[in-house]
């Protein structure tokens, strides 16, 4: 099989160390300086961001702050900021719409673009130039501290791998022209979804580089795969589109780290309570209802307890949600100080010609719902909310996941 020789269609947009990126447009006074976004300014915080001033003394995400400061002593350390992230997001996904209305959100700080679809503007231009052009116009339009990596291909993995290589602020294209020179100076962990295990399993099959791993043909990826994904990763390799960008819901949750050893139902209610309505308000507002919800609980000795239940019909509501997260909580057989808490609804379903339960007003109960979400919406999260959590928005502080925006 030869590689795909259809123009490049596909771009992948990477906001550049985002967090930190966003945080030095804020405030110009920490443009060019080594700053770290952590979920907690603590020394045990967890480091989500680093600008790349930081990453040149060796600062990595996932760190904790303490070895960050060890290895950078003047980073100056910032505690994360979600409304800016998310105002950036949207921003981006606005200009963006304007070359092609197939736009698709990875991530908060990734996109993929497809100008293969006829709602694209630009389909007939050369993808580099548009490149250029979307650059210039993101610092012009949106913050001149904001960089992205750009990469174009002709599938959505490609683009995506030609993004990563000439980080930071790149724009690079992998084309039939010179796919072969990339992958010649690629390592297999430099592709996206091979870390070791997967290179293990390529070197059992004699495949230890990315020319090896092009030039293998399905019977080899099988031995090393053994499954579907050898003839996923011939296709991608080559050229051709497999990975569907537009990833089908299969649940919502939220999740909160404790910082105080609760462990009684009074002291856990709020953040309970918290993280459904959050949970429940992402699930109303891409329009679904859910047929199934689970809560995990993590223990500070590190151990485990969940349990999920099925429904007998699809739920919208907050309050329905609370009281069968309620309702799993007391399931739990132990009592002991929690570190972590997580609530998901799953088995997910389109909010329309849904048999709903018959002895509730359910179109008043949607109606009065959806009224609280337009509020809520308008003057911001939890205007109106619960009386149980009352005076106690600091229990659940706001996060942003890596995660498509909801």
């Given at each position: 099989m030869d590689f795909n020789s259809s123009p490049s269609s596909v771009m992948h947009i990477d906001i550049n160390s985002c967090f930190?990126?966003?945080e030095q447009q804020a405030n110009p006074f920490l443009r060019g300086k080594s700053v770290a976004v952590a979920a907690y300014a603590t020394k045990n915080g967890c480091i989500l961001a680093a600008s790349y001033p930081a990453k040149a003394f060796g600062v990595k995400t996932g760190m904790r702050v303490k070895d960050g400061l060890a290895l950078c002593p003047n980073m100056i350390i910032l505690p994360p900021d979600p409304p800016k992230y998310r105002?950036?997001?949207?921003?981006?996904?606005?200009?963006?719409?304007?070359?092609?209305?197939s736009v698709h959100p990875k991530s908060i700080d990734e996109f993929v673009v497809d100008f293969k679809s006829k709602n694209s503007q630009s389909s007939n231009r050369n993808l580099l130039n548009v490149g250029l052009e979307i650059k210039e116009r993101i610092k012009k339009e949106i913050g001149s501290a904001i960089t992205v990596s750009i990469g174009i291909s002709t599938n959505g993995f490609l683009a995506k791998t030609a993004a990563?290589?000439?980080?930071?602020?790149?724009?690079?294209?992998?084309?039939?022209?010179?796919?072969?020179?990339?992958?010649?100076?690629?390592?297999?962990?430099?592709?996206?979804?091979?870390?070791?295990?997967?290179?293990?399993r390529l070197s059992s099959a004699g495949i230890y580089d990315v020319l090896g791993f092009y030039n293998a043909d399905l019977q080899k990826l099988k031995i090393a795969f053994r499954s579907i994904n050898s003839y996923y990763w011939l296709m991608r390799l080559h050229?051709?589109?497999?990975?569907?960008?537009?990833?089908?819901?299969?649940?919502?949750?939220?999740?909160?780290?404790?910082?105080?050893?609760?462990?009684?139902?009074?002291?856990?209610?709020?953040?309970?309570?918290?993280?459904?309505?959050?949970?429940?308000?992402?699930l109303r507002n891409k329009n679904y209802f859910a047929g199934g919800i689970h809560l995990s609980i993590l223990f500070r000795d590190h151990t485990y307890w969940?349990?999920?239940?099925?429904?007998?019909?699809?739920?919208?509501?907050?309050?329905?949600f609370t009281k069968l997260v309620y309702k799993l909580f007391f399931m739990c057989p132990v009592k002991k100080p929690v570190r972590l808490l997580s609530v998901t609804v799953f088995n997910l379903q389109k909010n329309k010609n849904l048999q709903l339960d018959l002895t509730t007003d359910v179109i008043k109960k949607q109606n009065l719902t959806k009224a609280l979400d337009k509020?809520?919406?308008?003057?911001?999260?939890?205007?109106?909310?619960?009386?149980?959590?009352?005076?106690?928005?600091?229990?659940?502080?706001?996060?942003?996941?890596?995660?498509v925006i909801s």
């Open positions: 930190a990126t966003i105002f950036i997001h949207k921003k981006m996904h606005a200009l963006l719409n304007k070359y092609s209305l990563s290589y000439k980080k930071p602020d790149g724009l690079f294209e992998i084309n039939k022209g010179n796919f072969y020179q990339v992958y010649e100076s690629l390592k297999l962990t430099n592709l996206c979804g091979i870390k070791n295990a997967n290179a293990a050229g051709f589109e497999i990975d569907d960008y537009l990833f089908e819901r299969k649940s919502f949750g939220s999740q909160y780290a404790l910082t105080y050893p609760y462990e009684t139902f009074e002291e856990l209610r709020p953040i309970l309570t918290k993280l459904t309505e959050k949970t429940a308000r992402r969940h349990h999920g239940m099925k429904l007998a019909y699809p739920v919208f509501s907050s309050n329905d509020i809520n919406n308008l003057f911001g999260d939890y205007t109106i909310t619960p009386a149980r959590i009352i005076n106690n928005e600091g229990y659940v502080l706001d996060r942003i996941a890596f995660g």
